[in-house]
């Protein structure tokens, strides 16, 4: 049997409770019970179709890679919203 080291949870993201798909319905991913045992993701690589994402946002600048961005709606690189783009990260 494998034993995991626990993780303080919950998060001390002062917005974690305003991050309605983490926890609390059935679309939920339910972060916590893989947090707790010290699942990470760390060195996990990710893709993320949006049709804006704010590069610059705190909480994804140190992670954002260009490599492999497009942006559909303007037909270039950058996938960060336009101007008065007020939904997703850019809110």
């Known amino acids: 049997r494998i034993r995991y080291k626990r993780m303080s949870v919950p998060p ?3 917005s974690y409770s305003n991050q309605w798909h983490l926890e609390g319905n ?3 991913i339910h972060p916590m019970s893989l947090w707790q045992r010290s699942l990470t993701g760390s060195g996990v690589q990710i893709a993320i179709v949006d049709d804006g994402l704010q590069t610059k ?3 994804l600048k140190e ?8 942006d559909f709606n303007y037909d270039d690189k950058s996938p960060d919203p336009s ?9």
């Open 26 to 28: 059935r679309y939920s």
């Open 57 to 59: 946002n705190p909480d």
């Open 63 to 70: 992670n954002f890679s260009a490599d492999g961005s497009y």
């Open 12 to 14: 001390s993201d002062p």
């Open 83 to 91: 101007s008065g783009d007020h939904h997703g990260t850019e809110s």
